[in-house]
């Protein structure tokens, strides 16, 4: 048996007590509220400032502390994994069936229990710095054929060093925050000018990221074996014209049970990556794609998190070897997380291998999307008797609109794509919760 609230938690549904995902959020009624940290359950989120300044969280760490009293997470990271793990057996305790001190106050219920549909979610951290690696050995290996040639399509580094490069944290958003169709130069065609106009390929890139919780001196590296308890949770990520991420953040200690072994990794890393506790999460994640006028989805790929090569743990190490200072609130993206198999690459630019090859969804033929296809990400961990769901808000199914020109194929992040002949315009979004997905939905205005 999983274990039981006092709140609704339907057998299908994203939130249960196991898996207590944080977020930030603010009310949607007028005036909005201050923005207040929170954890999802059920079709719920509890309100982790009521609950603190009601003086539930009466643990030695948290007693006292501001944490949940900010607009953001960051406080909160900052003070490490023992205070996570006070914090979550409390929420697991003040939600549990059996216990009345929660249950039985109505006042301090319906202050702190909040319907998701009456919430909108916010950026859950304030991201000073944003890193991408290129973790998976499968994209790595095919991007290198596309674009060099089989003969030698890994550098021979890639198997010493998880490789990465650094982003712009300005650009990190959060799902659901509008969206501009990048323009920029193309290339040019013979002895031709290159061409200026909107992108023929923006691509979605199925990845997720690892919140750091306490960050370091600068100077002083994290050991790999120490690397864990930087790290507070997983979240969805998307990697393109910016950077887009779940608002629900899923912890590591959520994610325990579904821990397994990675890939062999050969030649075996040098010692400031050669961890004690060398371990991967076994979390499946999928993609759909919904052809424009189109009732049925079809599933283009089946990936998984464990394929990365190499672990979340061992990317913080090499960080920060060099002594650079990572911060409460930063961001390590994994890269594209593809599969070892054809039905289990992670972008558009595998699966059709740089548009030579097209996709058939229910006789519709795709080389990359077109105006009004949707597409759907999910990832979910799938325990005994719960589950644990990913989206860009929480590992649940996040559904994204996206509205491009006319004249170009297009791709979006993460969810539903669905686009109008327009061309150069911008994206109002707004946000609705039905029968336990978010939607996203999007008209245009001027750009």
């Not at 909005?32 to 059920?42: F, L």
């Not at 690892?210 to 930087?230: F, M, S, T, W």
């Not at 097209?358 to 519709?364: A, I, R, T, V, W």
Request: aromatic fraction near 10%.
């Amino acid at each position: 048996m999983g274990l039981k609230s006092f709140v609704e938690v339907s057998a299908d549904s994203h939130f249960p007590l196991e898996n207590l995902p944080y977020g930030v959020f603010q009310s949607k009624a007028a005036g909005g509220g201050n923005p207040a940290p929170g954890v999802a359950i059920g079709d719920f989120v509890l309100d982790l400032s009521v609950i603190a300044s009601a003086g539930l969280f009466d643990g030695p760490l948290l007693k006292n502390s501001q944490c949940f009293n900010q607009p953001s997470l960051n406080l909160f990271l900052e003070m490490g994994r023992p205070a996570w793990k006070e914090a979550r057996a409390t929420i697991q305790r003040l939600l549990s069936d059996d216990e009345p001190i929660l249950r039985d106050n109505i006042s301090l219920r319906n202050k702190s229990l909040l319907p998701m549909n009456e919430v909108e979610m916010l950026l859950p951290v304030v991201i000073g710095d944003y890193t991408d690696f290129f973790c998976s050995m499968y994209h790595t290996k095919n991007c290198g054929t596309i674009f060099r040639g089989p003969e030698n399509p890994i550098m021979p580094n890639w198997f010493h060093l998880p490789v990465a490069y650094h982003g712009r944290a300005s650009s990190v958003v959060i799902s659901g925050t509008n969206i501009t169709r990048p323009r920029g130069q193309g290339h040019p065609t013979g002895s031709s000018l290159p061409y200026f106009g909107p992108t023929k390929k923006l691509d979605f890139e199925l990845e997720m990221a690892a919140i750091v919780g306490p960050g370091n001196q600068l100077g002083k590296n994290i050991d790999v074996n120490e690397a864990y308890d930087h790290i507070f949770g997983l979240v969805l990520m998307n990697d393109w014209s910016g950077t887009t991420i779940s608002p629900w953040i899923v912890t590591l200690e959520a994610l325990e049970p579904f821990a397994c072994d990675p890939p062999k990794q050969d030649p075996h890393p040098f010692p400031y990556l050669a961890e004690k506790k060398h371990i991967n999460y076994d979390i499946p994640l999928e993609v759909w794609i919904k052809p424009a006028g189109q009732e049925q989805a079809s599933v283009i790929t089946k990936s998984n998190f464990k394929h990365l090569y190499w672990t979340i743990t061992q990317q913080l190490a090499h960080h920060t070897i060099n002594g650079c200072n990572l911060r409460s609130g930063d961001l390590l993206g994994t890269g594209t997380i593809s599969g070892p198999d054809r039905d289990s690459l992670g972008c558009l630019l595998e699966l059709t291998w740089n548009g030579q090859n097209q996709l058939s969804l229910n006789g519709s033929a795709r080389s990359f999307l077109e105006d009004g296809d949707e597409i759907i990400i999910t990832g979910r961990c799938e325990g005994k008797d719960y589950k644990i769901d990913f989206f860009v808000s929480t590992f649940l199914l996040l559904l994204l609109s996206f509205l491009t020109s006319a004249s170009a194929s297009v791709s979006a992040f993460a969810f539903s794509l669905k686009a109008a002949s327009e061309s150069s315009k911008k994206i109002v979004p707004k946000m609705s919760y039905v029968t336990g997905y978010f939607i996203i939905e999007f008209k245009i205005i001027n750009f």
